[in-house]
């Protein structure tokens, strides 16, 4: 299994630009999310889904669309980037054994983007 | 609101000596804590969990511990390795509308010297 993989591992937009993150897993996992991670912080959630059609935003959805229309793809989107979504993206992963259960999740290698 | 933070940014030991880190909470109603280490340039990587209704739960070299009386949470390091020298962040599974996912402290940084 290749697990969380994430592209592009760089990337550098000009304000105002969109582009679209992408995000895909091959363990059949039905929880999938999308965190940002600036220097020195730890991560914080954007948005999260448990399947596909399901979505919510997270701690900082502001400025980022999702959609999930397929089990393995959770692609991010940045409809018009600004120099303050300059961060490190990850994308994470798990199973699900039930609503009120913790499943490990795994964490993709991360997306480093800059808007200048 | 919910949130989960860390006590020290940063953490410096010897080889060989014990590591503590701690974290502190503030939504008692929390069910799962989980510790992550983060090395540079790489995603973070499940340590250890532990489950609201336990004390204290042990891996390999690690301890984790739970106080739900004044919300901290702490992880053990035995022997520290220059190895587990990284970012440690704790975090706390939150179950929403679509499913669960992590909420994270701020992290504290070990630097392990030989």
């Known amino acids: 299994n290749a697990g969380v993989t994430q592209t592009p591992k760089f990337q550098v937009l000009k304000t105002g630009q969109s582009m679209t993150l992408q995000c895909a897993q091959d363990m059949n996992h039905e929880y999938m999310s999308w965190y940002r991670q600036d220097p020195g912080m730890g991560l914080r959630l954007i948005h999260y889904?448990?399947?596909?059609?399901?979505?919510d935003q997270g701690e900082v959805p502001n400025g980022y669309n999702v959609s999930r229309s397929t089990t393995e793809d959770f692609p991010l989107r940045l409809l018009s980037a600004a120099p303050s979504q300059t961060s490190v993206y990850f994308c994470?992963?798990?199973?699900?054994?039930?609503?009120?259960?913790?499943?490990?999740?795994?964490f993709g290698p991360g997306t480093r983007l800059t808007v200048l | 609101g919910e949130s989960v933070g860390l006590h020290l940014p940063t953490l410096s030991v010897q080889e060989g000596d014990n590591s503590i880190i701690n974290c502190a909470y503030s939504n008692s109603a929390s069910d799962y804590f989980i510790w992550y280490k983060q090395e540079s340039g790489k995603g973070p990587q499940f340590i250890i969990d532990?489950?609201?209704?336990?004390d204290k739960r042990q891996g390999q070299r690690v301890t984790v511990l739970l106080n739900k009386t004044v919300k901290h949470l702490s992880l053990q390091i035995a022997a520290t390795q220059p190895g587990d020298s990284a970012v440690y962040f704790c975090?706390?599974?939150?179950?929403?509308?679509?499913?669960?996912?992590?909420?994270f402290g701020k992290g504290t940084t070990l630097s392990v010297s030989s």
């Open positions: 532990i489950r609201s209704n336990m």
């Open positions: 975090a706390e599974n939150i179950i929403g509308a679509a499913g669960t996912a992590l909420i």
């Open positions: 889904s448990v399947g596909a059609g399901i979505t």
């Open positions: 994470a992963s798990s199973y699900s054994t039930g609503a009120s259960s913790y499943n490990e999740q795994f």
